[in-house]
Antibody
Framework: EVQLVESGGGLVQPGGSLRLSCAAS????????MHWVRQAPGKGLVWVSR????????SYADSVKGRFTISRDNAKNTLYLQMNSLRAEDTAVYYC???????????????WGQGTLVTVSS | EIVLTQSPATLSLSPGERATLSCRAS??????LAWYQQKPGQAPRLLIY???NRATGIPARFSGSGSGTDFTLTISSLEPEDFAVYYC?????????FGQGTKLEIK
């Protein structure tokens, strides 16, 4: 059974940092692109970042570029999101999601974690 | 950035009825469109990808159609568990974007 379990969320002050983790199991993690998608309270879904299967290629939404860094450790089956210079508008539930395509990214998300809430507030 | 506009914002129907949800793109996305279902407090679930392909384990009552800029998600006969929020998503152009959602509620 595919499982994605996020952790690392919490309350942080504006300008602070947080690192999210996503532990994957039930599939060959190193064969899949992975994504982070966020959802502000009561709002819709917004794509944040993606990383290819071996970690050599990444991309980011303009709203987080230069502040967030996606990475992965295939030996530990874990995806990360390092978030720096956090702003109030980054407050959201952050989901990790598996890319539907495997080695070749499809851009769709077939499995999602349960999400971790990040609250940026003083 | 491609904007996806979903309509209606809220759809009120009864179990057993047919639901038709619309997603319109600000420019052509070919057939690179997906639909997701999200229930309160849960993560989204992939229903349809590439406009008309059902994802693994999705019941046949869910179907998708369309290409270019106009897409439709149809639920042929609503079950109680189908009442949720539905999002469309395009992956044709970077960055991928989602619609604002349609809430399907029980009438």
């Amino acid at each position: 059974e595919v499982q994605l379990v996020e952790s690392g969320g919490g309350l942080v002050q504006p300008g602070g940092s947080l690192r999210l983790s996503c532990a994957a199991s039930g599939f060959t993690f190193s064969s899949y692109w992975m994504h982070w998608v966020r959802q502000a309270p009561g709002k819709g879904l917004v794509w944040v970042s993606r990383i290819n299967s071996d970690g050599s290629s990444t991309s980011y939404a303009d709203s987080v570029k230069g502040r967030f860094t996606i990475s992965r450790d295939n030996a530990k089956n874990t995806l990360y999101l390092q978030m720096n210079s956090l702003r109030a508008e980054d407050t959201a539930v952050y989901y990790c999601a598996r890319d539907h395509g495997g080695y070749d990214s499809s851009g769709y998300h077939d499995y999602w974690g349960q999400g971790t809430l990040v609250t940026v507030s003083s | 950035e491609i904007v996806l506009t979903q309509s209606p914002a809220t759809l009120s129907l009864s179990p057993g009825e047919r639901a038709t949800l619309s997603c319109r793109a600000s420019q052509s996305v070919s057939s690179y469109l997906a639909w997701y279902q999200q229930k309160p407090g849960q993560a989204p679930r992939l229903l349809i990808y590439d406009a008309s392909n059902r994802a693994t384990g999705i019941p046949a009552r869910f179907s998708g159609s369309g290409s270019g800029t106009d897409f439709t998600l149809t639920i042929s006969s609503l079950e109680p568990e189908d009442f949720a929020v539905y999002y469309c998503q395009q992956r044709s152009n970077w960055p991928q974007t989602f619609g604002q959602g349609t809430k399907l509620e029980i009438k």
